[in-house]
């Protein structure tokens, strides 16, 4: 099966910065798609960037211009760098992939615990 680790979470002040890391692990045979939602209590789950195999990028306007999502150093390893941080950041960031197994036909997602990012002065 696969499991997704997220870490990098804590409390940060208005303007400051943070880097959330992913990594996947488990029988992994291929991974098309990697990414980050975000949920705040009294709001729905709330996507804040995905990043293809092939490396294209999206995220809404929220976040446009102050996060970037990154695939790299390690292997099956996500990074979502977060500045300009405000206070309605605030949430758990759940990280997700489109993955398929090493014994399966389909690709399906899976889903990270998640980790709090609290934005507060």
């Known amino acids: 099966q696969v499991q997704l680790v997220e870490s990098g979470g804590g409390l940060v002040q208005p303007g400051g910065s943070l880097r959330l890391s992913c990594t996947a692990s488990g029988s992994i045979f291929s991974i098309n798609a990697m990414g980050w939602y975000r949920q705040a209590p009294g709001k729905q789950r709330e996507l804040v960037a995905t990043i293809t195999s092939g490396g294209r990028t999206n995220y809404p306007d929220s976040v446009k211009g102050r996060f970037t999502i990154s695939r790299g150093g390690a292997e099956n390893t996500v990074y979502l760098q977060m500045n300009s941080l405000k206070p309605e950041d605030t949430a758990v960031y759940l990280c997700?992939?489109?993955?398929?197994?090493?014994?399966?036909?389909?690709?399906?997602?899976?889903w990270g615990k998640g980790t709090l990012v609290t934005v507060s002065s």
């Open positions: 997700t992939t489109n993955a398929k197994t090493i014994t399966s036909l389909f690709s399906r997602d899976y």
